[in-house]
């Protein structure tokens, strides 16, 4: 079974920033809200020498509008609560579940705090 690590925090700790280099190590696709976002992701991966394919929006991702053949290292998702809010048509989500027993989930709240 395949691990997913779930990036835990309040904005501005680090989680996308984690997930480009997940993207960049296992050349991975990374889905994000919309055109603009995946234009800064691709940024800021392109600045930081990070080689990553160019984001799918939600709208893409949600659509299969992807080359299947393509995503050879997966998919990394920001914001998995935005893309459920997004496919619900903005009805909101009051609990989901994981159907896999290997989940790591990172807390990157402490992290600016502790120096770890």
Do not use: H
Not at 19 to 28: G, K, Q, T, V
Not at 69 to 91: C, H, Q, S, T
Not at 94 to 103: D, K
């Amino acid at each position: 079974m395949v691990e997913i690590i779930c990036f835990q925090g309040d904005r501005i700790t680090g989680k996308t920033t984690k997930l480009i280099e997940l993207a960049d190590r296992y050349f991975s696709c990374m889905v994000v809200e919309n055109m603009r976002e995946a234009e800064r992701i691709e940024r800021i991966a392109r600045e930081e020498g990070k080689k990553i394919p160019f984001p799918l929006t939600y709208y893409e991702f949600s659509t299969d509008r992807f080359y299947r053949p393509g995503i050879k290292g997966g998919f990394v998702i920001d914001n998995i609560e935005r893309l459920l809010w997004y496919m619900a048509k903005g009805v909101r989500i009051r609990a989901f579940s994981l159907g896999t027993s290997v989940v790591r989930v990172v807390n990157l709240d402490n992290r600016g705090k502790n120096g770890k």
